[in-house]
């Protein structure tokens, strides 16, 4: 486990998402993404950026010297992982991993299976597995166990978005962006049947 000062610090102080009105929806070009079913926004893109940064910083300081293997979590993770990895301060890889997720749901099912699995062996390694998001919790427990299996040096999770009242497994990931309140949320990567990815904000879906 890498030293964790500033990781700490940073923990207790994860912003919790405060909902904006609609009217506050910054106004963007992506016209053709906005739906009657978009409602609030919960965080908005210049928190994202602010956040991003800081999370980043914090990452860059903990793994300062060492050989750190980000695994991104596709899809909804690439908008969070590609804004990350260019505001760490270090010299790091990538590798990707497909998991099994909601399909057109919004409920998880606690049911992961692996649709892609990394390129490269990871034993050794300071992993960090950046996350979109942590919902009841099932499928970052089962990636963990399952990437513990292969014996990297160290494992830690990086998750933007933390959905602390619904958890049902004990663990809480060591970098989080914000906590938000348990609505099925979209945008900047998270989609709804593949739709709203491209959102610049994260925002709750009324259904
Ligand atoms: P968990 O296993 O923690 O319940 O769910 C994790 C996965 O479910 C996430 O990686 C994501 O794919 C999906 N998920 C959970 N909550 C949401 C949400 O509010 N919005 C979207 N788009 N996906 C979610």
Redesign the pocket.
Known sequence: MPPSGIADALHRLIPRAAPATPSHAPNHSTNFLVSPNLGEVLVGPDELKRRVRELAEAVTADYAGKDLLLIG?LK??IFFLADFMRELDLDCEVDFMA?S??GSS???S?V?RILKDLDAAIEGRHVLIV????????????LLRNLAGRKPESLEVCAL?L?PS?S?VPLTPRYVGFE?PD????GYG???AER?RALPYVAA?DE
Request: hydrophobic share 40%.
């Open positions: 979590v909804g993770a998991i997720s909601y919004t409920r998880s606690g992961v996350e979109d998001i942590v919902d009841s919790g099932l499928t970052l427990q089962y978005l959905k619904n049902q938000i609505r099925f949320v979209v998270l989609d709804h709203y879906l």
